[in-house]
């Protein structure tokens, strides 16, 4: 299954959306539905579906049946701890394509952890069998395949079994405060790209604040990737035209404690549309 975090754009339509998936779910068994709640998007829900395309399919009854507009964070697949150590879902995926992009498709699977079972040929068409983490599925590798191809690709898949995963969680901080939505697991050889890419957007689509915005991506209490959004700056000498120098040292004393006391009592606001911009793929 692929899990999405759901919530309502709006609070008023929570009631909405929750009367909305509970009248879906007695009639799709396969839908699973948990209470969940997050500090920046509010009250929502913890949605199980068969897939990608199950997803799409509910959010457009909800929209269209229900005058519901949803919004899905960043599907996850569900990873099962064993003691210390993470699992995977892993799959069996087969590629139906014309011969003459086989080594596009290879070059694509390979980025993608794939591994090769099996190649055979039939006329000018090629099918190409992989095992591969089934979490690339729901991180763009059919648009990968399709583009390569011209659009020609065709993909097949079922899940195989679970297996040993080298995952890190990517923590996202801001003035220390951490970003629940944001926070997600990685390979250990991709996080540090991913963390540095979240924390140079966050800093693009960030509105500055009258107070120093420090974020901060960290994975394992390790600081990987740091930006600064520079403060509104008032001019507090600015109706002073000469006069003593050690007055207007006082007053930009005073300013910079004031600012230090505003980072740390100050409620980080990140608006939705950025949360928005960051998750969406």
């Keep these: 299954m692929v899990f999405f975090g759901v919530y309502p754009k709006s609070t008023n339509e929570l009631v909405a959306l929750k009367e909305g998936l509970g009248k879906y779910a007695l009639n799709d068994t396969s839908i699973t539905i948990a209470s969940e709640y997050s500090t920046y998007l509010g009250s929502g829900f913890r949605v199980g579906f068969l897939g990608l395309l199950h997803a799409d399919i509910v959010r457009e009854r909800l929209k269209n049946e229900e005058g519901v507009e949803p919004f899905l964070t960043s599907p996850q ?111 250990r050889d991709e996080a540090p790209y991913i963390a540095r890419e979240k924390a140079k957007k966050l800093k693009e689509k960030l509105p500055r604040q009258q107070f120093r915005q420090i974020i901060q991506a960290v994975i394992n209490g390790s600081i990987i990737a740091r930006e600064e959004i520079s403060p509104f700056r008032k001019d507090v000498l600015a109706k002073m035209s000469g006069g003593d120098r050690t007055r207007k040292d006082k007053l930009l004393e005073a300013q910079k404690k004031g600012k230090a006391k505003m980072i740390k009592t100050a409620k980080i606001e990140i608006p939705q549309e950025v949360l928005f911009s960051l998750i969406e793929k």
């Design 77 to 187: 697949v569900l990873y099962e701890r064993r003691g210390e150590e993470l699992f995977e879902p892993y799959m069996n995926l087969t590629v139906f394509v014309p011969s003459i992009y086989v080594g596009n498709v290879i070059t694509v699977c390979q980025k993608r952890k794939g591994n090769l079972l099996d190649l055979s040929y039939f006329q000018n068409s090629a099918i190409l069998k992989y095992e591969m983490p089934y979490s690339m599925l729901i991180k763009g590798l059919s648009a990968d395949l399709k583009s390569a191809t011209s659009g020609y690709a065709s993909l097949d898949y079922e899940i195989s079994d679970y297996r040993p995963a080298d995952l890190v969680n990517i923590e996202i901080k801001i003035n220390d405060v951490s970003i629940d939505v944001l926070s997600e697991f990685a390979y």
